[in-house]
């Protein structure tokens, strides 16, 4: 999986909780994605970097926050979980940019309670 | 809108056929579009993109064709397989919103 990890890829948490999820590339890539995978939506956008401390919002960001520390690390945090963020996420990463392939990986499901 | 969609959201096919899967979309400034596999339990897989200054392009037993007059994307898979099995979905990027916007994918499913 291009060298993707992201972990936890299992989750249950309560309504109200913070949660971090973790993504981790060997691959030296610039641009890394959080994404979000739900029924009769498929797969949109939640933040990106396009490189370290360089984040932008995508088209579903509230509610979630992201950091980029360092290029092989983005994390994404759900800073009081709600059950309407109960979802597959999934991040990606790519070389150059948005209108490029990206490589995803294996995906966290995440369960709100 | 912007909106990505797919004329099917199920398909089955006989392996050893040839799949086509459509997708449509409603944005004419997108100038690049994706098509990604996703299996069952698994993150999607990029299979082959194309650019707004083509028509058609050709992978190994997949091919994309892109009608930018009407719309429309459409992926065909050559001798379908039972690993083909799972759901596709299209991708068109939007210009100046800086973003990938995924259509609802189509299950393919072979018969053997």
């Known amino acids: 999986d291009a060298g993707i990890t992201q972990s936890p890829r299992h989750k249950v948490t309560e309504t109200g909780t913070p949660v971090t999820l973790r993504c981790h590339q060997t691959?030296?890539?610039?641009?890394m994605y959080w994404y979000r995978q739900d029924p009769g939506h498929g797969l949109r956008l939640i933040h990106y970097?396009?490189?370290?401390?360089?984040?932008d919002k995508g088209e579903v960001s509230d509610g979630y926050s992201v950091s980029r520390s360092k290029t092989e690390d983005f994390l994404l945090t759900l800073e009081s979980a709600t059950s309407s963020q109960t979802s597959v996420y999934f991040c990606?990463?790519?070389?150059?940019?948005?209108?490029?392939?990206?490589?995803f990986g294996q995906g966290t499901r995440l369960t709100v309670v | 809108g912007e909106s990505v969609g797919l004329h099917l959201p199920t398909l089955s096919v006989q392996e050893g056929d040839n799949s086509i899967i459509n997708c449509a979309y409603s944005?004419?400034?997108?100038?690049?579009f994706i098509w990604y596999k996703q299996e069952s339990g698994k993150g999607p897989q990029f299979i082959i993109d194309i650019r707004s200054n083509m028509d058609k392009r050709q992978g190994q037993r997949v091919t994309v064709l892109l009608n930018k007059t009407v719309k429309h994307l459409s992926l065909q898979i050559a001798a379908t397989q039972p690993g083909d099995s799972a759901v596709y979905f299209c991708?068109?990027?939007?210009?100046?919103?800086?973003?990938?916007?995924f259509g609802q994918g189509t299950r393919l499913t072979i018969n053997p």
């Open positions: 944005n004419s400034a997108s100038d690049y």
């Open positions: 991708a068109e990027y939007i210009q100046g919103a800086q973003k990938l916007v």
């Open positions: 970097s396009y490189g370290v401390k360089d984040t």
């Open positions: 990606a990463i790519s070389g150059q940019g948005v209108d490029t392939e990206a490589f």
């Open positions: 691959e030296n890539h610039r641009y």
